[in-house]
């Protein structure tokens, strides 16, 4: 005879630490983390426009803040997710259409993206420094 | 089972929770707008990012940019807000928190965007 259904032991859903990492399941996580670095970066840059209302002084204490080690490390990582996350947007845009879906396919754009971005980082941020000769 | 739902609910598709799909909809509706906004964006911060304050007054002055610009911030305020109201949903299962959470998620972009607004217009007009 069976036991009771509130007594037996009932099949556990696996929690997010048990599973492979897979290439999509990690772009949809990097989606959300850098969804909401992206959410308070917003601040700096509305804070970068009010420092360029008030004086020369001021604009260029942020300024500086900005140009220092860890304001261009917080900048380059900054742009890196906006791209990022553009990339992952617009392959959730593709998926919107009903196109994409397949195993391999989704695998092979959520790779593309990852690799898209970084590259498209650096050779935004080196076409910069090439124009203006350094940040 | 007969269907318990009202022909008008039906048509309405609105759902239980009174929102139908809204949210996707507008989350889709902002990331598309999102896209050449942000292009925008990051070319104005690859060149003008470390320029002088007379630099980046004369270009935020432009017609062109300071529109782009405070579209750019009202498009992507939305999104976030959107965006940041799920992730609360998600991770956040205690009423009260959740309710401080997603007022805040409300007050957030407004400031952020009134900050932007003012500063925009106070450089276009010459401030």
């Given at each position: 005879m069976s036991k009771s259904t509130a007594t037996r032991a009932r099949p556990i859903s696996p929690h997010l630490q048990i599973y492979r990492f897979t290439p999509t399941m990690t772009m949809s996580i990097l989606h959300r983390i850098t969804g909401g670095a992206l959410y308070f970066g917003t601040l700096l840059f509305a804070l970068w426009l009010l420092a360029a209302v008030g004086s020369r002084e001021q604009f260029d204490f942020v300024n500086g803040l900005f140009g220092s080690i860890l304001g261009r490390l917080v900048i380059f990582g900054y742009s890196w997710a906006l791209i990022h996350h553009m990339l992952g947007g617009i392959r959730h845009l593709i998926w919107d259409t009903?196109?994409?879906?397949?195993k391999q396919t989704s695998r092979t754009i959520a790779i593309t993206t990852l690799i898209g971005s970084i590259a498209l980082t650096i050779v935004i941020w080196g076409a910069a420094w090439a124009i203006r000769g350094g940040l | 089972m007969a269907d318990m739902r009202t022909p008008l609910n039906k048509v309405r598709g609105l759902g239980s929770a009174r929102g139908g799909t809204e949210h996707f909809w507008r989350q889709r509706l902002t990331a598309v707008s999102n896209i050449p906004l942000i292009i925008f964006f990051i070319g104005f911060v690859a060149v003008?990012?470390?320029?002088?304050y007379e630099e980046v007054r004369t270009a935020l002055a432009q017609p062109m940019v300071a529109i782009l610009i405070g579209f750019a911030f009202l498009s992507v305020l939305y999104h976030m807000r959107l965006g940041m109201q799920v992730i609360i949903e998600d991770y956040v299962h205690e009423e009260g928190w959740k309710i401080a959470l997603i007022i805040l998620n409300t007050f957030f972009p407004i400031v952020v965007g009134a900050i932007a607004l003012y500063s925009l217009l106070r450089i276009a007009f010459g401030g």
């Open positions: 009903g196109h994409g879906l397949e | 003008y990012g470390g320029a002088s």
